[in-house]
């Protein structure tokens, strides 16, 4: 009992909703998408928020350029008045440093540690600004410089630059992401929303096609409309009809077998019970009571094969997907069904024989099952015995053959008989259950050749009748059964 439950918990883990994958597959990205946004915001913001600052940056640079000066003696000078050094540091949130150096790289004034341009970068035109990020006294810096090329011939340019703490620029850029973020904040769980009712809506119809499924009697079997439903349910509908179809058709196929089985089983058994009555009447002599005995005799036996072949076109009809399948030598097979029909047809005065392939030949092989394929070719063989009468005028021959197919290398088996033969019109009516030809006499159930019919198709092969040509006048009827090529 331990397993069964735990069984049970598995598959209830396992089964997957529809919504539930729908609305996974709608809101992972859109929650995977948000942080990148996040980030993507991040870097947009740092950037405006750098642009106010950096004009502020480089009009600095460019008035302490101006206080940049060729003394006498071609020496560079540099004088900054003390309100415009006053106000230059004027900035309550963030520290700001400036430098200016010489031709030569001598200090003139500002902060000497101030980290210079990288040695390697173009010095490019007088008084062009340029802007880097940098680290001042462990604190990362902004950085705005040009350089400043006087008159003095073969002299280097000077430098001036000004550099500004970061502070303000991530305050605002901070306040940007904060104007962007929040409505998102507000709007995501919106969104969850609106998908969550896009999604109750949209599997809607589903639920209303389930409410109709289940309100349905259990007789009705008429199709759904698939009008009613959205087109890529459609399909779904038009399947499940197909199958309310067939399963209508089955119904109605076992109710005509079921009833007629009940009539083939009637007349045995109402000839069984009216011959017990004849022998318990009294004043029934020995002769009357032995005629009757052998009347009960002969209906059972009637309503016996009868109760066999209902079996047996059962099994073949059911039994094919779930009967263990191996590789049947149909020689063998013919040789056990002659064998066992052999006393029966030297009773009626039958010549019943064999002729075709040895057992063992390759091709003369089928894959299925032995006691269906057995089935099927024992009645064929008993229904060809019932079938063809023998006189002494005329023996009834009856010939089981297995060949191969020299060119398709397909297998061939046929029972032949010199009986009266079944005309064209009757060749597919044979095969529906209970007919039985006009004309014959003959006490049969009218299930053999069904069953051969049902077991020849699990098993790949087609049947076919013709008559049999024995010069001009054909008789006689030949049952062939040729099986698909592997």
Request: with cysteine; hydrophobic share 40%.
């Amino acid at each position: 009992m331990k397993s069964q439950g735990w069984n049970v918990r598995i598959f209830k883990r396992e089964q997957r909703s529809l919504f539930g994958e729908i609305l996974d597959w709608m809101l992972t990205p859109l929650l995977l998408l948000w942080p990148i946004s996040l980030a993507l915001t991040w870097l947009v913001a740092q950037g405006l928020a750098n642009k106010p600052f950096d004009r502020a940056l480089v009009y600095n640079v460019q008035a302490l350029a101006q206080q940049v000066r060729l003394g006498p003696n071609q020496k560079i000078d540099f004088s900054l008045p003390q309100p415009a050094s006053e106000l230059l540091r004027a900035d309550e949130t963030d520290l700001v440093y400036y430098q200016v150096r010489g031709a030569r790289g001598e200090h003139l004034s500002g902060e000497r540690d101030l980290p210079a341009p990288p040695a390697d970068q173009d010095k490019g035109r007088s008084y062009e600004v340029h802007i880097r990020d940098d680290e001042m006294r462990g604190l990362e810096v902004r950085v705005a410089y040009t350089w400043i090329r006087l008159d003095a011939q073969n002299q280097e340019p000077a430098l001036v630059q000004v550099a500004e703490t970061r502070e303000k620029r991530s305050v605002l850029a901070a306040e940007i992401i904060k104007g962007v973020m929040l409505p998102q904040f507000a709007l995501l769980p919106l969104a969850v929303l609106l998908v969550w009712l896009a999604l109750v809506r949209g599997i809607k119809p589903l639920s209303e096609l389930e409410e109709r499924i289940r309100a349905r009697k259990p007789d009705d079997l008429s199709p759904l409309d698939d009008k009613a439903v959205p087109m890529e349910v459609a399909p779904l509908v038009v399947s499940v009809n197909d199958l309310l179809e067939r399963l209508k058709d089955s119904i109605v196929t076992q109710k005509r077998f079921l009833a007629d089985a009940a009539h083939q089983l009637k007349t045995p058994l109402a000839g069984l019970r009216m011959q017990a009555d004849l022998a318990q009447r009294s004043g029934s002599s020995e002769e009357d009571l032995k005629k009757s005995l052998q009347q009960i005799g002969r209906a059972s036996v009637q309503a016996t094969h009868t109760v066999n072949q209902l079996l047996s076109l059962a099994r073949a009809e059911g039994g094919g997907t779930h009967v263990a399948q191996q590789n049947c030598d149909m020689v063998f097979l013919a040789s056990e069904v002659l064998q066992d029909c052999l006393p029966r047809a030297m009773d009626k005065g039958l010549d019943l024989g064999y002729e075709g392939v040895e057992s063992g030949t390759l091709g003369a092989q089928v894959q299925g099952n032995a006691t269906l394929l057995k089935e099927m070719l024992r009645n064929l063989v008993e229904n060809a015995m019932l079938y063809t009468p023998s006189t002494p005028e005329r023996q009834g021959v009856i010939t089981v053959r297995v060949l191969v197919d020299p060119y398709s290398r397909a297998l061939v088996i046929q029972v032949e008989d010199n009986g009266p033969g079944i005309p064209l019109p009757e060749r597919d009516l044979v095969f529906q259950p209970f007919y039985r030809a006009l004309g014959t006499n003959v006490d049969g159930s009218g299930l053999g050749l069904p069953i051969v019919k049902e077991i020849a198709q699990q098993h790949g092969a087609s049947v076919s009748i013709d008559y049999v040509h024995h010069g001009l006048t054909p008789h006689g009827a030949c049952f062939t059964l040729r099986f698909a090529t592997s």
